[in-house]
Each structure stands twice: as C-alpha cells, then as structure tokens.
C-alpha cells in the first residue's frame, strides 16, 4: 500500500515563497514518476510539475521559472520550491506518484496567496 503524505502548505504573501514537501511510504520510491498536482475551487486538477525517477522534469507553462521539483530518493521524498507566488496559485496541491501500474495521491495541501 503506497502512502504519500504532503506537507508545507500555509498562507503566504504575493511574491513569497513556500516549499512543498511529499514523503512516500510503501513502495520502492526510485521506480516511477513523481509529480505536483493542484486543484483550485471551481476548476479541474492539473498538473504543476513532474519527474521522472532519473531525473527529467516538465512544468506547467505558468510555474515555469518560478516553481522547481525535486525528489530525494533516499529519503523517498519529492519536493516541490515555490518561489514568486502569485495568488492565482492559490489552490489544494496534490502528491502524486505513477509506477506504471497504478496511480496514487496523497491528501492534499493547502496553499493561498494573498495579495
């Protein structure tokens, strides 16, 4: 049973920065893809950033530049460095991790930006 347990959220000023944390029980952490998924009220999830177990990363054209994902293998945790936020990024950001074979999400994160 995979278990992803996000942390770091809170209130934070435009401009600020924040680091979301994602700890990973229960499975071999280096195989699959780790991702940064966001949900604000009133829209669909979708996808802020992604690595893969090697290494490659993909954001969203709006995080780019200001947003960087990491993962940390030995700790099974991935990362996520919010830098410049805006309060358009104000949503409930989502752990998630893609073996292959399932898909699996923690419970969620809240972040808000205030103006």
């Known amino acids: 049973q995979v278990q992803l347990v996000e942390s770091g959220g809170g209130l934070v000023q435009a401009g600020g920065s924040l680091r979301l944390s994602c700890a990973a029980s229960?499975?071999?952490?280096?195989?699959?893809?780790m991702g940064w998924y966001r949900q604000a009220p009133g829209k669909q999830r979708e996808v802020v950033a992604t690595?893969?177990?090697?290494?490659?990363?993909n954001y969203a054209y709006s995080v780019k530049g200001r947003f960087t994902i990491s993962r940390d293998n030995t700790k099974k945790t991935v990362y996520l460095q919010m830098n410049s936020l805006e309060p358009e990024d104000t949503a409930v950001y989502y752990c998630?991790?893609?073996?292959?074979?399932?898909?699996?999400w923690g419970q969620g994160t809240q972040v808000t930006v205030s103006s």
């Open positions: 998630n991790k893609n073996d292959g074979f399932a898909n699996y």
């Open positions: 229960g499975s071999i952490f280096r195989i699959g893809v």
């Open positions: 690595i893969t177990n090697g290494g490659s990363t």
